[in-house]
């Protein structure tokens, strides 16, 4: 990692600089590799017998920048013993992510498989929540290189005798960014109004539906999720996945769902973040209280 050497504190953000030049830094792919972080959520709360704290800790670990594992444990009232433990392990096959396994102390609680075609291509997906027998399906049906039909059904995505039903029809960009999609109601058939988005830097800065424009704002921030979550599942494939999602045709439901590279204003604005040079984040440390309930969270990410 590259020596820093300047660090100083604008609107709640710290940021960290290798000399004085503000010219926007302009990150590649392979310019980063975050090998790791953990997410500290310290609360306080009163309760049955008083006053009471509760840690819970994750740690996740990456290789070339895709997750790997994430290990969440939960301590009570200071105890060194966890109370809770979930483990959710991600499996690999020629650099596609084709499971997601997660279990509890209770056995498992997620599963999760994804299914390529010969070019490499997102085509099915199934999971079953908390050891259920019943799996939820998807298929992607390409209708050309840049159109996708995302599909829920009954049975794998491949089964002849499967009943699907077209959610989402999607368009992306040579960015692979979804550039407009089109909601299909499921049982009458009828398409909805296309909504149109368009994309700067892989930030989705404008949205249109049914005649009402949306723009929206980022801060110079990377965001350092959506850029792993971009790494473990894959682009498009991560888009696809998303876009039951986009049927919503809620505006900030379209911008969290398109991933974006940076922080929104608003994001940017929600924590105390220590930023390297590049744009990504170091760490971040953020306080809510609601509910009677004080939460401190924060989250470092280690770098290789």
Known sequence: MKK?????????????LQSCQ??????????????GYQIVNESEYTGE?????????????????????????VFADGSTVSTDVTFTQFNYQNDLLISRIKTGTSGVLEETYFYYDSNSRLVGGKIALYGAEDFGYW???????????????NAMYDDPTA??????????????????????DEISGIYD???????????????SYNGVNS????????????YIEERTYG?????????PGFGTMDSENNVAFTNPKNLSFVQGNEATYTIGSNGFILSQVSTTDEYDVTSVKTITYYFE
């Open 4 to 16: 820093l050497k300047r660090v100083f504190v604008l609107f709640g953000i710290v940021l960290v």
């Open 22 to 35: 503000n010219d926007p830094v302009e990150i590649q792919n392979s310019d980063v590799v975050i090998t």
């Open 49 to 73: 017998g008083g006053a009471h704290t509760a840690t819970a800790i994750t740690t996740a670990v990456l290789n070339n920048n895709k997750l790997q594992s994430l290990n969440l444990e």
């Open 139 to 153: 298929r992607f049906v390409y209708q050309s290189e840049n159109q996708v039909l995302v599909q829920r059904g």
């Open 163 to 184: 009943e699907f039903y077209t959610k989402v029809i999607v368009n992306f960009d040579e960015n692979d960014n979804i550039e407009s999609y089109q909601r299909v």
């Open 193 to 207: 109004s296309l909504v149109s988005n368009v994309f700067v830097n892989d930030n989705l800065v404008s949205s």
């Open 215 to 226: 723009s929206f704002q980022y801060s110079p921030i990377v965001n350092n999720m959506n």
């Open 235 to 243: 682009k498009r494939s991560l888009m696809l996945i998303n876009a």
